[in-house]
């Protein structure tokens, strides 16, 4: 009875995420904009004090205008994956954003700044095009939780934010280099004390002394898999994983088929996940559950790891298969064992001393 309420729970939480892939988050800073532009044009108004200077200041408009390309929306959308109304969240110590026009920093005019700090939301208010701007002539305006407005360029923005979204910001955590290299040491750390906590208690660990459940040997391979689909999307397709980064969806089927199939492929890593730890725990004693376990959890970070990393450089494509193939052949002779213990009933590949009590089967 606790195995069927433990699976009718695992079910619900899967149903409850499949159903959230297709929510999308709505900030308030989208339907704060349009009324916070208005309000910041009312008061420049009303701070000009007069027609004449609101003449000068449409004459000083009229100049730049010539300096300024209009924003195409849907092809900057197309191509750049961003427009207005965009939510970013700072991730750098700080965002710097020019409180003048941008034709007045490109003229070399007297400008000042202020700072955006780490971790608030943003949104993307206006887009300007400055062609004379050898630098970058894209310039982006800002307007914070604070309602303040500001410009920077696209380069300098993009890199020290990340889109709102929290698949997005766990993408981004995960593309890290700091992050990979503090997870090569530690998976390299954990597999060599499990290997040697296994061999010294002769413990089950997947490819190697496995337990008889198809399982594990599919969810390794499945994370391999997925590590290298992943490495070429982002090799052969940058664009399309670009899109997915900026509008991700946990729907697979709301997705182009490269994405498509990486989404599937993920899904398929949980619900397989889900069915190893319910096997082991079926075959395997809790002492011996956690260790298995642990085991393969080094044994996945380190496939995530080696082909996500080598397919960058093609060498985890012939990797890939070797793999697949070597899993494969160690399960399937694994499988083929017919004979058992006397002792202790553990599978054995032939007759003679059991591995695991040292009891001799004739």
């Known amino acids: 009875m606790k195995r069927y309420c433990s699976v009718l729970f695992v079910l619900l939480i899967g149903l409850n995420l499949l159903l959230t892939g297709c929510y999308h988050k709505k900030t308030p800073s989208s339907f704060r904009l349009s009324d916070s532009i208005q309000e910041a044009q009312i008061s420049r108004k009303i701070e000009a004090g007069g027609d004449s200077i609101l003449k000068q200041k449409d004459s000083a408009e009229d100049e730049w205008q010539g300096m300024t390309s209009k924003v195409d929306s849907l092809s900057f959308r197309i191509k750049h994956h961003y427009s207005q109304g965009f939510n970013f969240v700072v991730v750098s110590d700080s965002l710097m954003l020019l409180r003048q026009q941008p034709e007045e920093a490109v003229n070399g005019m007297t400008t000042d700044s202020f700072a955006v700090k780490k971790g608030k939301e943003v949104v993307v208010a206006d887009i300007r095009i400055l062609p004379n701007d050898k630098q970058d002539s894209v310039w982006v305006q800002i307007a914070t939780e604070d309602y303040a407005f500001g410009w920077t360029h696209e380069g300098r923005l993009l890199k020290k934010v990340d889109p709102a979204d929290p698949i997005s910001q766990f993408i981004s955590t995960f ?146 298969i070797a793999y697949i193939y070597y899993a494969f052949r160690v399960y399937l002779r694994k499988s083929s064992e017919t004979y058992y213990c006397g002792n202790c009933g553990v599978r054995l590949h032939r007759k003679g001393r059991c591995p695991q009590c040292g009891a001799v089967n004739e």
């Open 175 to 320: 593309s890290n280099i700091h992050l990979l290299i503090f997870l090569i040491i530690i998976s390299v750390i954990g597999v060599g004390y499990l290997a040697r906590k296994i061999l010294k208690k002769n413990a089950h660990i997947v490819h190697f002394n496995d337990i008889s459940s198809f399982y594990p040997t599919l969810l390794a391979v499945i994370v391999a898999l997925s590590a290298a689909f992943y490495a070429s999307i982002q090799l052969f397709a940058p664009e399309t994983w670009r899109e997915f980064y900026f509008h991700p969806s946990l729907n697979p089927f709301s997705q182009p088929l490269l994405l498509n199939i990486f989404l599937v492929l993920v899904w398929a890593m949980l619900i397989i996940g889900i069915a190893t730890i319910d096997d082991v725990r079926r075959l395997l004693r809790s002492g011996d559950t956690l260790l298995y376990l642990s085991g393969l959890g080094a044994v996945c970070a380190v496939n995530y790891i080696v082909f996500s990393v080598l397919t960058l450089y093609y060498i985890g494509y012939p990797l890939l």
